[in-house]
């Protein structure tokens, strides 16, 4: 997941889908996060670049989540698609919205809520007369602590929660440098794994290998992997700016026994 920090009036506008596209610049910060988001490595860069501007079907109809948030004060969480486009005859990446996942906070005093249906009737929790209505989730107000600073933070969370789960939420909206730290080297570890899971056959324990070697030295407990399947070498690191670099070769060679 990639986490955007912008202001309260793009976050309603957002909510209430009178914004549909969030322009970002195409600069080496946010290509690596956006190759990352899609489930790639550095190494594919040039490849994952010239689909998304092409247009090509596997990664600009990809759908992804993202965070946009005003400093904890509010948020909304969207489903998006990625392609490269230009702005004011600018190269730029487009991130087309195409779903509203989840709202909250506030701008100006208000409660950002999402348009509420017209409900016919609530029994058990399920919701009568909406077809394929989802669940309804009651948020409130809480108190939660961030894991790293231990600041406390008054959030949103979903009627009932645990005090762990509370503490877990306010350190994922806490703007302390370790909070931010540990955001980011989760999105990096989630983006390797989708990657991985994209890649790699769960037979064999081959996906189970690369999972470990890419925790492994992104953690520090290792320098560097390299994994031989087949005629493809995979090999696991983490380049100079802590980002995970998985970096593949393929050979082919032939061989002729008389």
């Known amino acids: ?66 965070t946009f948030t005003a400093g904890g004060a509010a948020a909304v969480r969207v489903m998006v698609t990625i392609r490269i486009g230009q702005d004011s005859g600018v190269d730029c990446f487009i991130l087309t919205i195409r779903d509203v996942l989840e709202i909250r906070g506030a701008a100006e005093g208000e409660q950002i809520q999402d348009p509420e249906p017209e409900i016919v009737e609530s029994i058990g929790g399920e919701v009568v007369g909406l077809k394929n209505a989802p669940a309804v989730r009651i948020m409130e107000k809480a108190t939660g602590f961030c894991r790293f600073c231990n600041q406390a933070r008054i959030i949103d969370a979903p009627q009932g929660c645990a005090p762990e789960d509370l503490n877990d ?45 890419i925790r492994s030295t992104f953690e520090g407990a290792i320098d560097y992997v390299t994994i031989k399947i087949g005629k493809r070498t995979h090999k696991i690191d983490t380049d100079s700016d802590g980002m995970i670099r998985i970096r593949s070769t393929f050979k082919d060679s032939n061989e002729e026994t008389f």
């Not at 703007?175 to 899971?197: V, Y």
């Open 1 to 66: 997941m990639l986490t955007i920090t912008t202001n309260k009036t793009e976050i309603r506008g957002i909510a209430d889908r009178t914004i549909t596209e969030k322009n970002l610049p195409i600069t080496d910060f946010w290509t690596k996060r956006i190759i990352n988001l899609l489930g790639f490595s550095d190494s594919d860069r040039k490849t994952i670049m010239h689909n998304l501007a092409e247009g090509r079907p596997g990664t600009t109809d990809a759908e992804r989540e993202v």
């Open 169 to 213: 939420i306010a350190t994922e909206e806490c703007d302390c440098d370790e909070a931010q730290r540990a955001r980011a080297k989760k999105m990096r570890m989630e983006a390797a794994g989708l990657w991985a899971k994209n890649t790699f056959s769960e037979q064999n324990g081959q996906l189970q290998t690369v999972l470990c070697a």
